[in-house]
């Protein structure tokens, strides 16, 4: 077991209150898995990958655990926290491309970190430059400033930095979103490559794009509102999905081939429950044609089958 | 890179060619006859002078000559570094009464500008490391920057010359102390010097620690600064890091506060009687000695152009993004 | 770029606090989104914008009133000479070396300081508007000429100029100085007004607006300016303290108007008459005091503002 | 079917850097046609020029060369008051909803900038009811989304309403600009089913978009556009079922799919590497009625 994350709660503070955006989660993730994390946008998912990792301002901890290789993290500790960042758990940030100092040469900006966390960069420097080499960037990169790289070479430099300790987790936090389709596909093949080639070991990419997780995810986990829907794998999330709102998502998704003369997709009606003051209960409750008495209580987070989880009372009995 | 510079000098060249326009200009758009103006306001009682001074005004304005001609010469004996004659000083040339002054004005405005630059960066940065710093030093900061430059000057020659007695006032040293490469003449220099040098580096230094402390909050919550604490770098590094890019925009800074601290100058060298060009612009406008107020404002404006210039080339060389913009034929 | 305008000279580029050249924030995140409401709920929670405003109004209100509480007119040599504060005859901030009255002094050089600062920082945030709405809004070859005008009158040290036109005025009164410095420190406005302009111009509202039929004189006053109001409003603080710095000190220097008192000329006259050397603090401290207090809680208001305004900089 | 809209020769050429002394072609020789009651989609990467087609257009940026008819009118020339007539029956919906709407003023402000300009002699409640019969086409409940700052509105709400803006003119032809791009999943696909109403109703429609499983479902026709060229057009089906370029096949096999995984040799890199061409000299043939392929070079 890489990572395994109990009952997890962080909270946005607001003038109006805290917004609770990681709203109790419960979940794990296995050695080698990459784990996809998807949701609408404000459901809690960015928050969730950061609070792993990088806890600030206005985020709060309010409770729960977060194991990493049988350790716990000490996510609410902004500084006892530098211990584990970089060496054990990683980040590739949203704004990968702005991610780079622009006043540093990235070989330098990268001997500064590494340096900085005890590590010489000549032990590492062979390995970095193997490493651009992989992802397309000629060592020349490291003498130049990224104003220099396009938007995409920033990227995979980054991915690079981030990685180059070979920590046990990567958050990958919408990182193709920018991106066309074709370089979409390179990066998100890169992903794969690094966790194939042991430089991570696992992984969580979350993005909304849920066609991009089924090309490099093991598994897929859906966020509702702060609350955590489904996780199963790729395939049946999107092959036999059980939870409500999963299913009405994935079919209103037009793939190629889909046309509106032949065949008319529907969105779900409603919009998602304020996070200020959240209802009780299941959160989808008022968007979901299954809905009951019974949704007033919280679903739990239980296992369908082995590796399939779901929140719903609704069904599997 | 070349393209920028020449851009940059076409700029430094049409600000000096209006300079001199509005420096030339200026008295040409006084109504009526300016030398009689000039002759009326200005009481000369020596005759002889008074003739000469006539003389030199109507060969400067060329007021028999179209206007054009007018303006032809005026650019010609600029050229030939003929500023006029001073009236006050008759007949020293006004170029000889500038030389005789910039040094003292220099002497002041370099260390100071230096120094403020320095220290206030030092002091902003230090700001806004700590809350307790932030608390305390940001409003001496306010403080110092709303101070009028002359005021503070004041302040200090009242405190420190009158009532303690500490340190001496007026004029660059001792009128009875033997001129020489000795200590003790140094040592006056130096003694005559603090207060003006003071009160212009305590003014300066709080906008520049103001400016510091605003450049690095905002630069330590930039993206790249979130990447390398999400790393876990150490404070120190992602500090450092805010502390160099929040310097390119403040050495920007220095061309366009330049003027602010000349003016500061000018103003202190007249509360201390300090005999550098702000006291000669002084006397000179007290006894309406306009050759010398021209003089000294076309200096005044080339110092700031090559200043300005400096700036320029100095920030190219430590920003690596204008550099590669530049050479990539990218806009500066 | 206007000399003891601390302001203008180092507000670089498009950020209005003071000292700081940084980056505009994007312009939704400079707007209050969730509207007065809000901006209210900051305004009278922040301590600075409280302390500044309190202290440049309660200026204000000395420079309205103190003229008529005055016993003496200003420039009257009426009274003995050289007498510190008293309550006696109404001599309360005493008499100068010449026996003026300093307390009618003091409030009238208050009282011109403000319309200095209304006059010369009203006129350099005008032309600073319209040639950063034109440069922005338009663009171009238009911008680019802007650009030229704007660089070149920012890098003339206008003190130096203004030194040179005062000297050859004839008749110099506080409004031809206040138009006159309006006239010279307006640059770094425009190119501040220029770059806001210029991304809110890039903004689909704008073309919606262009879609709609909106002139681009509507489209400037309705949607780009109201956008930016905060900012204009803040810009013209920081012009109103610059230009109340520029003429104390042009009057310093003697270049002040020849028909009435300021701040500034208190300061010359005290520094000339040997007030130093005599101990009349009386007479040199209180100008130099109150345009501190005036331009300080005028930056300090304005830090406040900028602190209202701009979310990322609201702590929590 | 007549043709509404008719693009011939168009190329828009941006002038950067200090007194335009360098250019940029962001659109070169732009040549289609769009018939009424009919949903043309143009997809792109980005840099591909596509918005800037949409904003030529609209005439929200000026041509550089060629021509733009509308209804058989050259919409180039139009200025002032045949312009604002020229918007009555064009309009467009942009990508970022928040950034569609001024802030500082309630939403429902931009059907007030269309009554000032067109409807100025219409009555309050006339007006009114007009604006409820907008809405009401584009599924949004009045009590919902008027009176409301832009903030408190989602952005398939927002959207809506600028559809119904658009409504409220009798237009015949919409640009829609990414305009769910930025929209979440469970509600952008009913904006998307919007579109194919209002050509129902009888609009051309011109779909701008970077996602080709969008433009499949929605559009009849496919324009291809890379950098500032079209490379392949045709009916949709044509398009999509069989593509000639190798670009748009490039971009098919890179696009992320529900059900299908990429497949491992093709790669998207090599592939764009072997189309480092520009197009330029090279020509649109017509390869079958209404399937045109721009010939790749040395081919």
């Known amino acids: ?317 | 890179m070349l393209r920028y510079l020449l851009r940059k000098l076409l700029i430094y060249a049409l600000t000096f060619v209006a300079a001199v326009t509005i420096d030339w200009g200026i008295p040409h758009l006084m109504p009526g006859n300016p030398v009689l103006t000039l002759m009326g306001r200005i009481q000369i009682q020596n005759p002889q002078v008074a003739q000469h001074v006539y003389a030199n005004y109507m060969r400067s304005f060329n007021l028999d000559l179209p206007l054009w001609k007018q303006y032809y010469y005026f650019w010609v004996s600029l050229v030939h570094g003929d500023l006029g004659t001073s009236i006050l000083q008759f007949p020293s040339p006004v170029s000889s009464i500038i030389l005789h002054a910039v040094p003292y004005t220099l002497g002041l405005l370099i260390p100071a500008t230096l120094l403020s630059w320095y220290v206030g960066n030092k002091l902003g940065a230090l700001a806004a490391r700590r809350k307790v710093l932030d608390n305390t030093l940001l409003p001496f900061g306010y403080l110092l920057t709303a101070t009028p430059y002359m005021w503070l000057a004041i302040l200090m020659s009242f405190l420190f010359a009158v009532t303690w007695q500490v340190l001496p006032v007026g004029f660059a040293y001792d009128p009875t102390a033997v001129q020489g490469w000795t200590w003790t003449f140094g040592l006056d220099l130096l003694r005559h010097w603090v207060l003006p040098f003071l009160s212009l580096f305590l003014v300066a230094c709080g906008g520049w620690a103001i400016g510091m402390r605003n450049l690095i909050i905002y630069e330590l919550e930039s993206d790249y600064a979130h990447y390398l604490e999400s790393l876990g770098a150490p404070r120190k590094l992602v500090r450092k890091y805010a502390f160099r890019n929040a310097l390119l925009p403040q050495i920007t800074g220095l061309a366009l506060a330049l003027g602010a601290v000349i003016a500061g100058a000018l103003v202190t060298e007249i509360v201390f009687s300090y005999p550098g060009l702000g006291y000669q612009i002084y006397r000179a406008i007290t006894n309406e000695d306009y050759f010398v107020i021209q003089g000294i404002f076309l200096f005044i404006i080339v110092g700031v152009l090559i200043a300005n210039f400096v700036v320029d080339i100095v920030y190219m060389i430590v920003d690596p993004r204008t550099r590669i913009g530049m050479q990539e034929g990218g806009q500066a | 770029m206007s000399v003891p305008d601390r302001v203008s000279t180092t507000t670089v580029g498009d950020d209005l606090r003071i000292g700081a050249a940084v980056p505009p924030a994007p312009a939704d995140e400079a707007k209050p989104v969730s509207g007065l409401r809000e901006t209210l709920y900051f305004a009278v929670r922040n301590k600075k914008l409280i302390f500044g405003l309190g202290v440049t109004l309660s200026m204000l209100a000395i420079a309205i009133v103190g003229p008529y509480i005055a016993r003496h007119p200003p420039l009257d040599y009426g009274g003995q000479l050289s007498v510190p504060p008293t309550t006696r005859d109404g001599y309360w901030l005493g008499t100068t070396l010449l026996g003026q009255d300093v307390f009618a002094q003091f409030v009238t050089g208050l009282r011109m300081a403000f319309v200095v600062g209304a006059i010369g920082g009203g006129i350099a945030a005008i032309i600073g508007m319209v040639v950063g709405f034109t440069a922005g809004y338009r663009g171009g070859i238009v911008d680019e000429l802007l650009n030229m005008v704007t660089n070149v009158v920012l890098v003339i040290p206008t003190f130096a100029l203004l030194l040179v036109i005062a000297a050859y005025l004839q008749v110099r009164g506080i409004m031809t100085e206040a138009i006159f410095i309006g006239l010279t420190s307006w640059p770094w406005a425009a190119r501040a007004v220029r770059a806001q302009t210029f991304s809110l111009t890039s903004r689909d509202f704008v073309s919606l607006a262009r879609l709609s039929g909106s002139s681009s004189r509507q489209i400037i006053f309705r949607e780009i300016a109201p956008n930016m109001s905060s900012y204009l409003f803040m810009m013209f603080i920081l012009l109103f303290g610059g230009a109340i710095l520029i003429a104390a000190t042009l009057d310093f220097i003697g270049l002040g108007p020849s028909n009435t008192i300021s701040l500034g000329m208190m300061m010359q006259l005290s520094v000339q008459n040997a007030a130093l050397q005599l101990h009349l603090w009386w007479w040199f401290l209180p100008p130099g005091l109150a345009i501190m207090a005036i331009v300080g809680s005028l930056y300090v208001m304005n830090v406040g503002l900028d602190e209202v305004f701009n979310p990322r900089l609201r702590s929590m | 079917m007549s043709v509404l809209v008719e693009l011939d020769g168009c190329t828009k050429v941006y002038r950067i850097g200090s007194f335009g002394s360098k250019r940029l072609t962001a659109v070169r020789d732009v040549a289609f046609g769009l018939d009424a009651g009919e949903v043309v989609s143009l997809i792109g990467e980005s840099g591909s020029g596509k918005s800037t087609i949409g904003r030529l257009i609209l005439r929200l940026s000026p041509l550089t060369a060629g021509s733009i008819r509308f209804m058989g009118e050259d919409v180039s020339t139009f200025k002032g008051r045949s312009l604002r007539e020229y918007h009555r029956h064009a309009q467009g919906v942009f990508q970022d909803p928040f950034s569609s709407y001024n802030p500082i003023y309630k939403a429902d402000r931009v059907f007030k900038l269309i009554k000032d300009t067109y409807f100025p002699a219409v009555g309050a409640r006339e007006w009114a009811h007009k604006v409820g019969d907008a809405l009401d086409a584009v599924s949004l409940d009045p009590a919902q989304v008027l009176h409301r700052y832009p903030h408190q509105l989602s952005g398939g709400q927002l959207q809506r309403l600028l559809v119904a803006r658009a409504l409220l003119l009798d237009i015949d032809f919409l640009v829609a600009d990414e305009i769910i791009s930025m929209l979440d999943a469970s509600t952008r696909i009913d904006v998307l089913n919007l579109l194919g109403d209002l050509k129902a109703r009888g609009l051309g429609i011109l779909f701008i978009t970077h996602d080709l499983s969008l433009g499949n479902y929605i559009s009849d026709r496919t324009v291809i556009l890379r950098r500032g060229v079209i490379v392949e057009m045709g009916e949709t089906e044509k398009v999509f079922g069989d593509p000639r370029h190798a670009y748009t096949r490039m971009l098919l096999a890179a696009v992320p799919q529900l059900r299908h995984k990429w497949s491992a040799d093709g790669d998207g890199r090599t592939v764009a590497a072997a189309l480092e061409g520009d197009g330029i000299g090279s020509a649109l043939v017509e390869i079958e009625r209404g399937h045109l392929v721009r010939l790749e070079e040395g081919a």
């Open chain 1, 1 to 317: 077991m890489s990572l395994a994350v109990d009952d997890l709660q962080v909270y946005y503070r607001t003038l109006r209150g805290d917004v609770r955006a990681v709203d109790g989660v419960t979940f794990d993730i296995a050695d080698g898995e990459i784990m996809g994390l998807a949701g609408e946008s404000g459901c809690g998912k960015s928050s969730l990958g950061n609070s792993l990792v990088y806890l600030t301002g206005r985020m709060k901890y309010v409770g729960g655990t977060v194991d990493l290789d049988g350790t716990k993290l000490p996510i609410w500790d902004f500084e006892a926290m530098n211990e584990h960042r970089f060496r054990h758990i990683s980040v590739i940030p949203q704004y990968a491309m702005s991610a780079l100092n622009p006043t540093r040469k990235i070989g330098a900006m990268t001997a500064d970190l590494v340096g900085s966390r005890g590590v010489p960069y000549k032990h590492v420097a062979g390995e970095f430059i193997r490493r651009l080499e992989l992802v397309g960037l000629s060592k020349d990169v490291l003498g130049m400033y990224p104003i220099e790289l396009s938007g995409g070479m920033k990227q995979r430099a980054v991915m690079v930095v981030s990685t180059l300790l070979d920590p046990s987790l990567l958050i990958a936090d919408e990182i193709t979103s920018a991106l066309d389709v074709s370089t979409q596909k390179a990066v998100a093949e890169m992903l794969v490559e690094f966790r194939d080639r042991g430089f991570v070991k696992s992984m969580v990419v979350i993005t909304h794009d849920i066609s991009i997780l089924y090309q490099v995810a093991d598994t897929i986990l859906v966020m509702y509102a702060g609350h955590l829907v489904e996780k199963a794998p790729a395939d049946v999330i999107i092959g036999a999905p059980s939870h409500p709102y999963t299913r009405l998502l994935i079919s209103s998704l037009p793939e190629v081939g889909v046309r509106y003369t032949e065949r008319r997709l529907h969105g779900i009606p409603g919009t998602p429950p304020p996070l200020l003051a959240p209802p009780e209960g299941c959160r989808f409750r008022d968007r979901c044609p299954l809905a009951s008495a019974k949704c007033v209580k919280r679903p739990p987070f239980r296992e369908l089958e082995p590796g399939h989880h779901v929140a719903c009372w609704e069904v599997g009995g």
